[in-house]
């Protein structure tokens, strides 16, 4: 079975420019999670989707970031324009069930310049 | 709100031994999970051992066990025989029985080293 697929692993931007991670949950997950991670922290959630509906997002700065999940698979986020802040690595995570652990992808890491 | 605290940022094993990774979390909910996951310099957060707050019987998987103290509201994770690929971060999470796949909450983690 194929894990959660991120991409990119590593993006490079200059501040004041957009940018947008791209993720593929699990086969059969109908729940999708986002979650951004500064250094030295834990991860924390941007913004989850049961399907195709955004079910909490409310710690998404909605200003500046925005998400879709198209057709309930994949799941697209994006940043615009970044600042430099917003350096951090973005993981994407699926479920099945509320008893299990999440899947985890491998995560972007975004730096802005 | 729930919060998951994680206080030693680093600690360092000799292979083969035994060492104990401290957690600690407040919620005023009766029914829940509480989760280890290992990050690798990979950055894949994976799965360690899972713990439903009604059960009174620690987990274990191998040679990860836990200490959950549902009065105190500790969750230690204890890892036997230590091994140069266990070196990583590791994170206590926390999340909610009630709410289909409600959110996980995670403390900062905690750097493992393991000494050859």
């Known amino acids: 079975e194929a894990g959660v697929v991120q991409s990119p692993r590593y993006k490079i931007i200059e501040k004041k420019q957009p940018v947008a991670f791209w993720c593929n949950p699990i086969?059969?997950?109908?729940?999708l999670y986002w979650y951004r991670q500064n250094l030295g922290q834990g991860p924390e959630l941007l913004i989850r989707?049961?399907?195709?509906?955004?079910?909490?997002d409310s710690q998404l700065p909605k200003d500046r970031f925005s998400a879709e999940r198209l057709k309930g698979v994949d799941s697209t986020l994006k940043i615009q324009p970044a600042e430099l802040g917003d350096s951090a690595v973005y993981l994407c995570a699926s479920s099945f069930t509320r008893r299990d652990g999440y899947t985890f992808g491998s995560g972007t890491r975004l730096t802005v310049v | 709100a729930q919060t998951v605290t994680q206080s030693q940022p680093e600690m360092s094993v000799q292979e083969a031994e035994t060492v104990t990774l401290s957690c600690t979390y407040d919620?005023?909910?009766?029914?829940?999970?509480l989760f280890w996951y290992k990050q690798p310099p990979s950055r894949q957060m994976i799965l360690v051992i899972r713990?439903?707050?009604?059960?009174?019987q620690n987990a274990t998987e191998n040679r990860f066990s836990v200490n959950f103290q549902k009065a105190a509201k500790s969750f230690s994770l204890k890892i036997s025989d230590s091994q140069l690929g266990d070196a990583a971060m590791y994170f206590c999470a926390y999340r909610i029985h009630t709410g289909a796949n409600s959110k996980l909450t995670f403390g900062k983690g905690i750097t493992l080293s393991v000494r050859p």
């Open positions: 713990q439903e707050a009604y059960k009174q």
């Open positions: 086969s059969g997950h109908n729940t």
């Open positions: 919620t005023s909910e009766s029914d829940y999970y």
């Open positions: 989707y049961e399907n195709e509906e955004a079910v909490d």
